[in-house]
Structures are given as structure tokens and as C-alpha cells.
């Protein structure tokens, strides 16, 4: 499981359902949320409340992560759609979709929380 802390449980539920994950519009109100992905991780949704229950001294880690989340997209132009759809929606991009040198159509946007969400689609073999 890929456990997520969230200051607001419904806007990182919304920038969520963005990506394609199928969670419950009443998972918004929950202290811990899960929902199984295919081939059966799961990815968790704890309020920083529910973390400082167990852990008092809990703070938000600073910097960048030592991991990323990243979802496929079926294809070069739905990186670039996701990516618009997601700014659109008022989410912050942090770097463009561009072509990767390493044969992938590419970009990352942060959700609520500032984590950067990486989206990415194999490039069309050059002839």
C-alpha cells in the first residue's frame, strides 16, 4: 500500500478522481480512505489529524519526496490532455509535457498537497 497525508481529504480526493481513480464521493467526510488499483496495491488517504493521532509530533516532510506517484496515459496527446484538464481544473503544474529522452511523452503536476504526480505515455517509435 501507497499511504498519502492530506490536509484536506476532499481536494486530494477530487485531484484524484482527475486521474481516473474510481473513490466514492463519501470518502470526502473519511479520516482514511483506500481504494485498490489493478493488480491490487492499494493507495491510502490519511488526514494529517488521523497521522497525529498515532504520532503526535508528526510534521509534513519538507523538500522533495524520495518517491513519486505516476500514472500511464494511453497515449502521447492524453498526457498533454490530462496534464491541461488537471491545470484547467486549477491544479499547479510543475513542469509541461515535453518528449523525454528516454522515449516517453512526460509531465508532472502537484496535487493538493504538493506532491508531484508524474504522467507519462510511451513515445511512437522513430522510423
Do not use: K
Not at 491544479?91 to 509541461?96: A, M, S, V, W
Amino acid at each position: 500500500m501507497i499511504g498519502i497525508v492530506t490536509a484536506d481529504m476532499a481536494t486530494s480526493l477530487a485531484f484524484y478522481r482527475h486521474l481516473g481513480l474510481d473513490i466514492a464521493a463519501s470518502a470526502d467526510t473519511q479520516p482514511h480512505v483506500e481504494v485498490e488499483l489493478p493488480g491490487g496495491m492499494r493507495l491510502a488517504w490519511d488526514t494529517v489529524e488521523t497521522i497525529r493521532s498515532f504520532n503526535p509530533g508528526w510534521t509534513p516532510p519538507r523538500g522533495d519526496p524520495g518517491i513519486a506517484l505516476a500514472f500511464a496515459c494511453d497515449s502521447p496527446d492524453e498526457v498533454d490532455r490530462v496534464y491541461a484538464d488537471l491545470v484547467h481544473a486549477g491544479y499547479t503544474g510543475r513542469h509541461e509535457p515535453w518528449d523525454a529522452f528516454w522515449g516517453q511523452r512526460y509531465a508532472v503536476i502537484l496535487d493538493p498537497d504538493g506532491n508531484g504526480i508524474d504522467l507519462f505515455a510511451a513515445l511512437p517509435a522513430m522510423a
